[in-house]
């Protein structure tokens, strides 16, 4: 299995080489060359697995020769055996034909859990044979950035740098990630907004001389590993409501587009997917460029779901790769536009194409804030604001034989005060976390500046 930039001009990699790369030497993101597909009868031969054995037979035709299938299932093991729930990935029903995956029950209390404790695995088992040392640098609307500290704290050859935007994700989430106290974890509060941490972060990428100097990683859903690892509660959750006999449609609340994009992935292995639904907040850029083919930044704007914060949709690049037809030089014009001029108008073609599997809504403050207040008046399920986006979009979509999963993506007690105000209800963190406020926190606050960022990290990483 081989990987191909977005752009069409970087080195063509193994999985294991765009695993460790992250962002491609031309700005690109990596996609496989080819997308493997699954017979109707293997993805039957899914039911009564576990979650885990589920796991290895999605993601094995993607690796390639990087871990033997005894190494590869012990990955897997080690990677979810921290889930507080047996099925990983539960799922609820929440309406007459509509359930709700429950992705929330990993160390972090969100859906990133499920590719970053294998990702976190992944890396040590390749960093260990080579014996190389990377520092990777992440940027977070809130959950990525807990995920990955999560993952990598304490391991000896990775130093981790979290950029998050001062002020704006909820003090759970930067608690997570000031509080862990190991020495290779690094907490920085950029004076900014997510774009401006994800637009550093790719500037390092594009550093050439300082991405090689520092062994840059990358653990955002740039990594295709990122994606991989979230294709397999598609499979797992479609097979428990009949698939591949029964289509299902998916409603993703979105932000950085990786989620979605995963789904995408699992419908073009056979995955029975009538419909994939992006769920936005008033951060609506994906809702307004799927309705008029304008993709335009209009700057972010705070919600009460901020880990979806979000303007410059980094997957969304990979999607536009595919509706163009895998026009690398397509895809490369369109994001320069994006860089000078802050948009750019998607084809006819490409719009259609992306129409014919993704659809769109979005939900305002007060609709989430209704939405968690009703569903748990309804069924006692206490939504976060993110998951409330989604079911709020799911109910908007036209009526439909078809069963609809909405992705339930962090647990309530993240976002505590969102919840409060509109069910007054204040969601408890889980037992063990149940000292989180009162840990010591370590944070650096620093400017916007690449410059200065990359100072810092040059100065704290471990040499
Ligand atoms: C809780 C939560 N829901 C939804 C999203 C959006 O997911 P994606 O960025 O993959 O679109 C995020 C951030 O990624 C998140 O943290
Ligand atoms: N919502 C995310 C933003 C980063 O997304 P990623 O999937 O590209 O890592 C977050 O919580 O940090």
């Given amino acids: 299995m081989r990987y191909v930039s977005t752009r069409g001009q970087a080195p063509v990699l193994t999985f294991e080489e765009a695993m460790l790369t992250g962002l491609a030497r031309d700005g690109g993101l990596y996609v496989p060359e080819t997308v493997p597909e699954m017979a109707p009868a293997e993805i039957a031969g899914l039911a009564g697995l576990t979650y885990e054995e589920a796991a290895f037979r999605v993601m094995r035709p993607f690796i390639g020769d990087t871990f033997a299938d005894a190494e590869f299932e012990s990955i897997i093991a080690r990677a979810y055996a921290g889930f507080g729930h047996t099925a990983r990935a539960p799922l609820v029903q929440i309406g007459a034909n509509h359930f709700l995956l429950e992705l929330f029950h990993g160390p972090t ?21 080579s014996g190389n040392r990377v520092t990777i640098v992440g940027a977070t609307s809130g959950d990525t950035g807990s995920a990955a500290i999560e993952a ?189 001029q802050g948009g750019f108008t998607i084809s ?50 036209p009526a439909s034989a078809t069963p609809m999963i909405t992705l339930a993506t962090a647990h309530p007690a993240k976002f505590p005060d969102a919840v409060e105000a509109a069910t007054g209800l204040r969601p408890a963190l889980p037992n063990r976390m149940a000292d989180l406020y009162e840990r010591a926190e370590r944070v650096t606050v620093v400017d916007n500046d690449l410059g200065a960022i990359e100072s810092l990290i040059e100065e704290r990483r471990a040499s």
């Fill in 109 to 129: 209390l969100a859906f990133k859990d499920f590719a970053m404790q294998l990702i976190g695995q992944l890396f040590q088992a390749a960093l260990e044979r």
């Fill in 152 to 340: 990598f704290r304490g391991l000896d050859n990775v130093d981790v740098f979290i950029l998050f935007p001062e002020g704006r994700v909820s003090e759970v989430q930067r608690r997570q990630m000031t509080t862990p106290a190991e020495a290779n974890v690094h907490a920085l509060a950029v004076r900014g907004d997510f774009d401006d941490c994800q637009a550093r972060v790719k500037d390092m990428f594009n550093h050439f001389e300082f991405r090689d100097r520092v062994a840059l990683a990358g653990v955002n859903s740039i990594n295709w590993a990122r994606v991989l690892a979230q294709v397999v509660y598609y499979f797992t959750s479609a097979i428990s409501l009949g698939a591949p006999h029964r289509s299902v449609g998916f409603t993703v609340p979105t932000g950085n587009f990786g989620d979605i994009f995963a789904g995408y992935i699992a419908r073009r292995m056979g995955l029975p997917v009538e419909r994939l639904v992006i769920a936005t907040n008033q951060n609506d850029i994906l809702h307004r460029a799927l309705s008029g083919g304008a993709y335009e930044t209009h700057g972010v704007t705070p919600s009460i779901s901020p880990s979806m914060d979000i303007q410059v949709s980094s997957n969304f690049e990979r999607a536009l790769f595919e509706a163009y037809g895998r026009d690398g030089a397509a895809v490369a014009q369109q994001m320069q536009a994006l860089k000078e």
């Fill in 348 to 397: 006819q073609g490409a719009l259609q194409a992306l129409r014919e599997v993704f659809a769109s809504g979005r939900a305002s403050e007060e609709e989430t804030s209704a939405t968690i207040r009703a569903t748990h008046a309804a069924t006692g399920e206490i939504l976060c604001p993110h998951s409330a986006v989604g079911v709020k979009v799911a109910m908007d979509q």
